[in-house]
């Protein structure tokens, strides 16, 4: 059964809540500087979302692989299989289902999850299109996963 896709909307305020509760918890553990920002269908109000919450850190390239073995204490390891040297996943304990990334500042998974989610967030038309993708291809999981890969490369490289 495909999942029931709403408005971010209406998940927005409770990923602004887990966001911050996340950024006061990193503070404590990660003395270094780094941005956590809220990324995904639960970040813009007009995409459609499961009601996860997608969160993204980036942290300065040299403090990559220490962050990682730190977060290993904090958080669930998630998806290893696509772990890069640039790019490690976490599950974070919340009121909704909740994913953290981690990126080096300025690299190609950081740029990907930053432009991507910039762009789409300063163009309608361009959610559009990713809510079309996803009421198409919900039915699909691996072929979602594809053409929103293939979506997300198109935006980063225009």
Known sequence: MAPELRPGADFLDVARAILEAERARLAAL???????????????????TKGDVDLHLRVPAE???????????????????????????????????????VTPAGSEHDVRFTRTWQRLAADPALVAAYNELKL???????????????????????
């Open 30 to 48: 990660l003395p270094g500087p780094h941005e956590l920002v809220l990324v995904g269908g639960s970040s813009r109000p007009e995409a459609l």
């Open 63 to 101: 403090d990559f692989p220490w962050v990682v073995d730190t977060l290993r204490g904090v958080y669930q390891v998630v998806h290893p299989e696509i772990w890069q040297p640039t790019l490690a996943t976490f599950a974070v304990e919340a009121t909704r289902p909740t994913g953290v990334a």
């Open 136 to 158: 198409r291809h919900r039915d699909d999981p691996a072929e979602y996963e594809r053409r929103k890969s293939a979506f997300f490369d198109s935006l980063q490289a225009g």
